[in-house]
């Protein structure tokens, strides 16, 4: 016996499993190929960024350089040919015919100069066609002369300036002011550039970007016209700023603005101190190194993928059998207990995937036992260890429902489908209840029982709940907090039920319509299907009742039983007499009544946060003996006018709300009893002759 024992426990020992090998291998072999080609990759990226970079600066500096000689070249031609201008003026004297003729061979030759200010002469000279080509009045050339006191100022003090008139004159112009010496005496010489011709340098590539700015930052050209026309100012650029503070004649710097990365170069001119920028983002630059990145890491994915692809076929022996038992557990814990997957199981096998599959077999067993005891949603209560075999009383809120006429509906089938009819009828009631239990499942109920077109279920019977503070001492703070959370509990049971009903009777409204159209669609067919037209009636009561397994050892359920129960079985009686598809009784009117039904004790008026689930009921004037609590009356649920359809059913990707049906339930819904039957097709009942304490069936009615 100890031997066998210890060959036992030897076993046990064995089929423990920790990490699969294909996992580890997969793994091993991973973390290796990640580690080797995502450094290569890493190294590869990081020196080619670094060259890369080093020649997008190389290449920035020289574009800069070439801008800034042809600009530069063409300023001082500029000033060169003013300068030759005015000897030529200075030779001419008074003599008027020969002024006139230099000025309009000098304005002919330069077409670039289209204005020279002498302001201690006074004197003006303007490139007329220029002006009348940009329909400007030649005058204002002089206006905009005759305004820039403080940079005709700086030039008689030594000073070159160079200003951006493009704001003035509307078209791309600079303005240039420098002393000029004539006869041993100081003067100022003024005169206007187009830079139109000059922007040609400044043109915008698809890297680079080069501008000119003057000594103040202010942009004087740029390819962005409007920078240029409203001489914008660029001093808190980075490069500028670098360029006003740098003694240097050009220079190259990285920085950052408005989030990216730049290369900035700038070379000063000798012309006014101006400066040509020229940037480049480094994203553009490095776009190319990126792009090769990413190739590699793709390529990197790719030998990783062939490599797992050949570590999976070395270990398919083992991954094959593991996938097909995470299958069968998956499907385990969706409650599919009988599962196709278990015939492919192979359970003589004696390594680690025998133990496991000789287990999920087992496990299997225990499950459909359990299914035999109870419902599914039970059984998967019992594996997550939220209920127990032992009886429990709680307080619950239970629903019945039955189809009315049943018995003429299965007659229906019968007459036209002979033998076939059986088929047919479990075909129609399981489409009927599907739609029915979706809105028990769907609010947190629990299905207790089918009995033919009948429906049992219930709310709260799932919940772990003691009662045990019943026993406390009523004034004690322990005790009202406990009786708080049952209260809470216990209300938003009912209230789950009704809310359940009110799906329902929307389901069914939409049911009957689709039946409808099914039965048109299949008239002409021999022995052609139909779906009946159906009315249903659903009662609700709240109270204690005793929950657990109730039977034998060969079959037990999950059940609720007491008098709370049997007194809801008698209100879903009640509905045929009492006219409504939906009653509810006085008990548990009581608990939701101060919350979400307008009433006495709340002043007629909900509380903002329960609007949404407010209920309309209407008390049947007919009153009847309930034993132990003398009169009451049963209430009709008429709406609950804030239901979301869309919102409760919305967890079908395809449902789409029905307008026809949707008068039946939410703000389009009945606002009286009278209306609900309307819709419903319900006969108004006459009260007079309703006795709900007949002994029949606790229900008759009187024969008019």
């Known amino acids: 016996m100890n031997s066998n024992t210890n060959k036992k426990t030897g076993k046990q020992g064995k089929d423990r499993v920790r990490t699969p090998i294909g996992v580890k291998l997969i793994a091993i072999i991973s973390i290796i190929l990640m580690v080797a080609l995502g450094g290569v990759t890493y190294a590869v990226s990081y020196f080619v960024t670094a060259d890369v970079r080093t020649s997008a600066e190389e290449n920035n500096l020289s574009i800069n350089s070439r801008a800034s000689s042809d600009t ?71 206006d905009y002369f005759m305004q820039e006191d403080e940079s005709m100022e700086k030039a008689m003090n030594g000073y070159v300036e160079v200003c951006n008139a493009s704001p003035f004159f509307s078209v791309p112009v600079l303005s240039f002011f420098y002393p000029y010496t004539y006869g041993g005496k100081n003067s100022v010489v003024a005169f206007l550039y187009s830079s139109e011709d000059l922007s040609d340098s400044f043109s915008t590539s ?18 962005d016209i409007e920078l240029m026309m409203s001489a914008q100012d660029e001093s808190t650029n980075s490069i ?41 983002k480094t994203e553009i630059i490095l776009e190319g190194v990126r792009t090769t990145t990413r190739r590699n890491f793709y390529i990197t994915i790719s030998i990783l993928a062939i490599a797992v692809l050949i570590i999976y076929y070395f270990s398919k022996s083992l991954s094959s059998p593991l996938k097909l038992l995470t299958s069968i557990v998956n499907e385990i814990n969706i409650g599919n207990f009988n599962t196709e997957l278990f015939n492919d199981l192979k359970v003589k096998r004696r390594d680690e995937i025998g133990v ?34 032992e009886p429990h009383l709680k307080d619950i809120t239970i629903f019945f429902s039955d189809i009315r006429g049943f018995t003429a509906i299965s007659d229906g089938f019968k007459n036209r489908f002979g033998e076939k009819s059986a088929a047919e009828i479990i ?107 159906i009315r249903i009636g659903a009662g609700l009561n709240s109270g204690r009742a005793t929950v657990g397994f109730m039977g034998s050892f060969e079959k037990m359920e999950y059940t609720s039983i007491g008098d709370a129960v049997n007194f809801a079985s008698r209100t879903e009686a009640s509905n045929k007499p009492c006219g409504t598809d ?6 548990t009117l009581d608990i939701l009544k101060k919350d979400f039904i307008k009433c006495p004790e709340n002043n007629f008026t909900i509380r ?38 869309q919102k409760f059913f919305g967890y079908d990707p395809k449902f789409v709300v029905d307008t026809d049906c949707a008068r039946a339930v939410g703000p389009m819904g009945p606002k009286t009893l009278n209306e609900m039957r309307n819709l419903l097709g319900i006969p108004i009942p006459d009260f007079g002759k309703v006795n709900l304490d007949a002994e029949e069936n606790k229900i008759q009615v009187a024969a008019p």
């Open 72 to 142: 530069e070249n063409r300023i001082n031609t500029a000033v060169s040919t003013v300068g030759m201008f005015i000897e030529l003026i200075n030779a001419a004297g008074g003599n008027e015919t020969e002024l006139k003729s230099i000025e309009n061979l000098f304005f002919d030759s330069n077409k670039s100069i289209i204005a020279v200010y002498l302001p201690d002469r006074s004197q003006i000279f303007v490139n007329t066609m220029h002006f009348i080509s940009r329909e400007l009045e030649t005058s204002s050339a002089l």
């Open 206 to 223: 698809s890297v680079n970007q080069s501008f000119l700015v003057n000594k103040d930052g202010i942009v004087l050209i740029h390819s």
């Open 240 to 280: 500028v700023r670098a360029m006003q503070d740098s003694p240097a004649n050009n220079s190259q710097i990285t920085y950052r603005s408005k989030g990216e990365e730049y290369i900035g170069a700038f070379r000063k001119l000798s012309v006014g101190d101006c400066a040509v920028i020229t940037t480049v």
């Open 356 to 389: 496991l599959a000789r287990s999920t077999k087992h496990e299997r067993e225990i499950l459909n036992t359990f299914t035999k005891l109870t419902n599914k949603g039970v059984t998967q209560a019992i594996i997550k260890k939220e209920i127990d075999f």
């Open 427 to 533: 075909s129609f009631l399981n489409d009927y209840m599907s739609r029915m239990v979706a809105c028990i499942s769907r609010t947190g109920g629990v299905v207790d029982k089918f009995e033919g077109d009948a429906i049992m279920a219930a709310w709260g019977v799932l919940r772990q709940e003691s009662l045990d503070w019943e026993k406390l001492d009523p004034k004690s703070k322990e005790y009202q907090k406990a009786k708080r959370a049952h209260d809470a509990y216990v209300r938003q049971d009912a209230l789950s039920a009704i809310t359940c009903c009110i799906a329902m009777r929307y389901s069914l409204m939409l049911y009957n319509k689709e039946a409808a159209a099914f039965t048109k669609a299949h008239e002409k067919e021999p022995l052609a299907k139909y779906k009946p037209h």
């Open 582 to 587: 939906i009653l509810i009784t006085q008990d």
């Open 608 to 645: 903002p946060e329960y609007r949404e689930c407010e209920l309309i009921v209407e008390q049947i004037p007919v009153d009847f003996e309930v034993k132990g609590k003398g009169k009451q009356h049963f209430y009709g649920v008429v709406n609950m006018p804030g239901f979301n359809i």
